[in-house]
C-alpha cells in the first residue's frame, strides 16, 4: 500500500485518544502509548552526488525515494493492589529499542523492585557507579540505618575486534551495540589505552574516539563485553550496602559485592567508608576498598578533610590506587596512581580575599614499560582586595607553576613540560559601565628532553570595556596584545581585537560585531570576521529575522579570501495550536556559490491534546558555474504523532 498524506491523517486519526488514566481493581494508574509516523520523498533533478555532498545528505536518493518510518514509546506505572505496582517503557525512536519492565512493592521502610533496575553504591567512588541490569533489588531505611541489597544476572557476550589505524581520531566502529560500561580492552600497538585520557566510547553504538591519530602502521585491538539475550556466558552480580548516621553530620557505611560464573574471572569487593564531622564546621571522611580479581588483589584509598584553622579554611584530599582498580564495572579503570590536594583560604573581609592550591598527580607508579607515565605538579595562588564596599575598584593577582614528567617504554620519567605565570588585573565599576585590564608575563620551558632548552617568555595585555546608554544601546570592545620573544632576538606580537553593538532601531532589535586579528610578522595575513544580525515582532504571531556573516584573511599586498554566509526566517502562528516557519540561507566565497540556495518551509499543528503533526518541504538550488556539478532538489516530509 502507498502512504500519502490523506491516508496517513486518517490513520492516525483513527488511533489518536487522550492519555487515559486507568483503573484496575483498587489500584490506578496511567498506560501512556505514542504512535508516530514520518513519510519523507526526495527528488533531486541533476547531479545527485553533488547532492549527497553538498545537501541534505541522502547517500542515494535515486534508491529511496520515498520512505516510511513508524516508531512506538509506550510508558506504564500502573498500581495494581496497594503498595504493589508495574513500571515498565518502551521506544524504538534509537536503535537498538529502549525497553524496561519492573514490578515495586514500596512499603513503610522497605522498598523491592524487581525486573530491570538500577544498582550501584551510594557515596562510594571506587566500588561501582549506577548501572542498568535484570534482577531484584531491596531498599531500607528508618531515622538512622540505610541497607540495600541487590542481586543481578548479567546476561554478556564476549567480542574480539580489530583494525588498522588510518592516521586519524577515528570514528572506530565496532560491529556490536549496546557494550556493556567498562568492558572493554583497548590496545594500540600492543599499549593499553585509558578511557577519558586517550578515547572516548559511545556504549549504546559501539562508537570509538581516539584523543591522538592513531598510526597507520598500527594494530587496534578491542576486547568487549555486550549485552545478548543470546549468551551462554551469564555472570551473576550479588552486592549490599550498610550505612548508619553518626553525630549531627556523619556516617559510617560497608558495602560487599561477588561477580562471577559465565566463564569470566570472579570479582571479589569490600569497601568501609565513611565521614565524621569536626568541631567548627569541618569534616574528615574518606574510603578504602579492596579488590580482587581471580589471585590479583587491588587496593584503592580516599581520604579527604576539610576545616578552618584561626580564619583560615583548609582542605585536602589523597587518592592512592595500586595496582589498576577496577571494581564490580562500570567504573574507569585507575592505573597505579597517587593523587594529592591540598589548598587554604583566607577571607578576613568581602572586600579582600587570598587562597593558595598545590596538586599533584602520578600514575603508573610501577613503571609499566608498556604504559605511558604522566605526572604533574601544579601550585596556584590568587588574591583580591576591594577598596570600596560596593566594590567598584577590585585588584587581582594570580600566579601558576607547573612541571610535567612523561615518557613511554622508559623505567625513568622524563621533564617534559614547565611553566610559571603570573597575572594581575583590575577592575572598576561606575553606574552602567565597567572597565578591566590585566597584565600577565609567562615563562615557559621550550625543548625540555634535547640538550638545548630555552626559556620563552609570553607578555599578554588585555583591556575591556562595557557600557550601557539607556535600555536599547549596549556595546563593549577589548583588546589582547601578546609579546612573545623568539630566539633570534625578533618578537612575534599578535593582536586581537573586538567590537559588539545591540541596540534597537525602531522595533528591529540589532547587533553587530567584528573581530580583527593579526599578527605583526613578514608576510602574516590579517584575520577578519563579522556579523550583523536583525530581529523584529509584529504583534504576538509573527517574528522575523535575518542575519550576514563573513569571515576572511587578507594576505600581505593581496585581497581579500573569505566566506560569507546569509540567512533569514519567518515565523507565523496564525493559532495558538498552529505554526508556520520558513528559513532561508546561502553561502558566497569571493561572491561564487560554495554551498546550496536553501529554502525551507515547515509547519506544525497540535490537532487535540491527543494528536500533533508536521510538514515541511526544503528546496536546494546549487549552481557552482558548472553544469555537471548543479542540482535543484525537493525533500518533502510529512509526520504525526497520537497519545492514546
Known amino acids: 500500500m502507498k502512504w500519502n498524506a490523506s491516508r496517513l491523517i486518517a490513520f492516525t486519526l483513527l488511533l489518536a485518544r487522550p492519555c487515559l488514566g486507568v483503573q484496575l481493581g483498587e489500584g490506578k494508574g496511567t498506560l501512556d502509548v505514542r504512535k508516530g509516523f514520518r513519510v519523507t520523498e526526495v527528488r533531486v533533478f541533476g547531479n545527485e552526488e553533488a547532492f549527497s555532498r553538498q545537501g541534505t545528505g541522502r547517500s542515494s536518493p535515486e534508491e529511496d525515494e520515498v520512505k516510511v518510518e513508524q516508531s512506538l514509546h509506550v510508558n506504564v506505572d500502573m498500581e495494581v493492589v496497594p503498595r504493589l505496582s508495574v513500571r515498565g517503557a518502551f521506544d524504538d525512536v534509537s536503535y537498538p529499542a529502549k525497553k524496561s519492565l519492573a514490578v515495586n512493592y514500596e512499603g513503610d521502610n522497605l522498598n523491592v523492585t524487581a525486573g530491570d533496575i538500577s544498582v550501584g553504591f551510594s557515596g562510594l567512588e571506587y566500588p561501582m557507579q549506577s548501572q542498568s541490569v535484570f534482577g531484584v533489588r531491596a531498599n531500607y531505611q528508618d531515622e538512622d540505618d540505610t541497607a540495600s541489597l541487590f542481586a543481578a544476572r548479567m546476561s554478556n557476550a564476549v567480542g574480539h575486534h580489530e583494525v588498522q589505524g588510518d ?65 551462554l556466558n551469564v555472570e551473576k552480580l550479588i552486592a549490599g550496602q550498610y550505612r548508619r548516621i553518626v553525630g549531627n553530620q556523619g556516617n559510617l557505611g560497608i558495602a560487599v559485592g561477588t561477580r562471577q560464573g559465565g566463564g569470566a574471572e570472579q570479582r571479589r569487593l569490600m569497601a568501609i567508608d565513611g565521614q565524621l564531622a569536626l568541631p567548627g564546621g569541618g569534616s574528615v571522611g574518606g574510603e578504602i576498598a579492596g579488590y580482587q580479581r581471580e589471585t590479583d588483589i587491588s587496593t584503592a584509598v580516599r581520604a579527604e578533610v576539610s576545616g578552618t584553622v584561626a580564619g583560615v579554611g583548609l582542605r585536602g584530599s589523597l587518592r592512592r590506587v595500586a595496582p589498576t582498580f577496577e571494581g564490580l564495572g562500570a567504573v574507569p579503570p585507575r592505573n597505579n596512581l597517587l593523587e594529592g590536594d591540598v589548598s587554604a583560604s583566607w577571607a578576613p573581609s568581602r572586600q579582600m580575599s587570598v587562597s593558595s592550591r598545590f596538586y599533584g598527580t602520578m600514575d603508573n607508579l610501577d613503571q609499566d614499560p608498556q604504559t605511558s607515565i604522566n605526572r604533574k605538579l601544579v601550585q596556584e595562588s590568587n588574591a583580591r582586595v576591594a577598596f570600596t564596599r560596593s566594590s567598584r575598584l577590585e585588584l587581582t593577582i594570580s600566579n601558576r607553576n607547573e612541571i610535567g614528567l612523561t615518557s613511554l617504554g622508559e623505567a625513568d620519567p622524563e621533564l617534559s613540560s614547565r611553566g610559571h605565570s603570573v597575572r594581575v588585573g583590575g577592575r572598576y565599576r561606575i553606574d552602567q559601565h565597567l572597565l578591566s585590564s590585566s597584565y600577565e608575563i609567562r615563562k615557559d620551558r621550550i625543548d625540555v628532553q634535547t640538550d638545548n632548552p630555552y626559556w620563552q617568555d609570553r607578555h599578554t595585555v588585555n583591556g575591556e570595556a562595557r557600557s550601557r546608554l539607556g535600555q536599547n544601546l549596549y556595546g563593549s570592545t577589548s583588546l589582547s596584545l601578546a609579546l612573545t620573544p623568539l630566539s633570534d632576538g625578533e618578537a612575534r606580537k599578535d593582536l586581537t581585537n573586538a567590537w559588539n553593538l545591540t541596540t534597537k532601531i525602531f522595533s528591529i532589535d540589532t547587533n553587530l560585531n567584528y573581530t580583527l586579528q593579526r599578527t605583526f610578522a ?64 546561502q553561502r558566497l566565497s569571493q561572491g561564487h556559490t560554495i554551498g546550496p540556495r536553501v529554502l525551507d518551509f515547515r509547519g506544525s499543528w497540535q490537532a487535540t491534546s491527543a494528536i500533533h503533526m508536521n510538514s515541511g518541504v526544503r528546496f536546494e538550488f546549487f549552481d557552482p558555474g558548472s553544469e555537471t556539478d548543479a542540482y535543484v532538489s525537493r525533500v518533502a516530509f510529512m509526520e504525526a504523532t497520537a497519545n492514546f
Open 167 to 231: 592516521n586519524t581520531v577515528g570514528p572506530f566502529f565496532l560491529p556490536d551495540r549496546k557494550i556493556v560500561e567498562n568492558s572493554e580492552r583497548i590496545y594500540v600497538d600492543g599499549q593499553r589505552q585509558f578511557r577519558q585520557t586517550q578515547y572516548t566510547i559511545d556504549y549504546s553504538t559501539g562508537v570509538i574516539q581516539f584523543t591522538n591519530p592513531v598510526d597507520d602502521r598500527h594494530r587496534i585491538s578491542i576486547d568487549y563485553e555486550f549485552e545478548s539475550l543470546f549468551s
Open 522 to 585: 613578514e608576510g602574516a595575513p590579517v584575520s577578519h570576521s563579522g556579523g550583523l544580525t536583525l530581529r523584529t515582532r509584529a504583534g504576538q504571531n509573527i517574528s522575523a529575522n535575518a542575519s550576514f556573516r563573513i569571515k576572511g584573511t587578507v594576505p600581505e599586498d593581496g585581497e581579500f579570501i573569505g566566506d560569507s554566509t546569509v540567512s533569514g526566517g519567518l515565523t507565523w502562528q496564525p493559532l495558538p495550536t498552529m505554526s508556520l516557519i520558513s528559513t532561508f540561507e
